[in-house]
């Protein structure tokens, strides 16, 4: 089961586990929406780390879901721990498609993130 939460430091914690497909996307960016919402109202930026060391897949409607919701979360800043190297690879090409590879960077481990997160 996917989890989310903001953390006090105002990031948003994500944690994507199992196999993934458009519905498990889907429902943890419904369960996304009301953090990234305060933290617009509040005039911060939208900070996340996404750990991916528990993905184990995901099919192609899933990759299609994680590029829709990625251009309507568009971080400031995403960090992304934990990918093997195949799903580094192709979530590369996500970034890619949104034109937001400058504002997501792929660290293998969390203080990596967190240091360029808060930088």
Not at 2 to 23: C, F, H, K, R
Request: charged content about 25%.
């Amino acid at each position: 089961m996917n989890t989310v939460s903001l953390g006090p430091d105002n990031i948003i914690m994500a944690a994507y586990v199992g196999d993934q497909t458009e519905d498990t996307i889907t429902q943890t960016w419904k369960e996304t929406i009301p953090m990234v919402k305060e933290l617009r109202d509040k005039g911060l930026p939208i900070k996340v780390i996404l750990d991916l060391s528990k993905l184990t897949g995901q099919n192609s409607s899933a990759r299609r879901a994680a590029r829709d919701v990625l251009l309507q979360l568009a971080p400031d800043k995403m960090a992304v721990i934990g990918a093997n190297t195949f799903i580094r690879y192709l979530a590369g090409f996500i970034f890619k498609a949104t034109n937001m590879e400058k504002n997501i960077k792929q660290f293998p481990e969390m203080k990596d993130a967190a240091a360029w997160i808060n930088s």
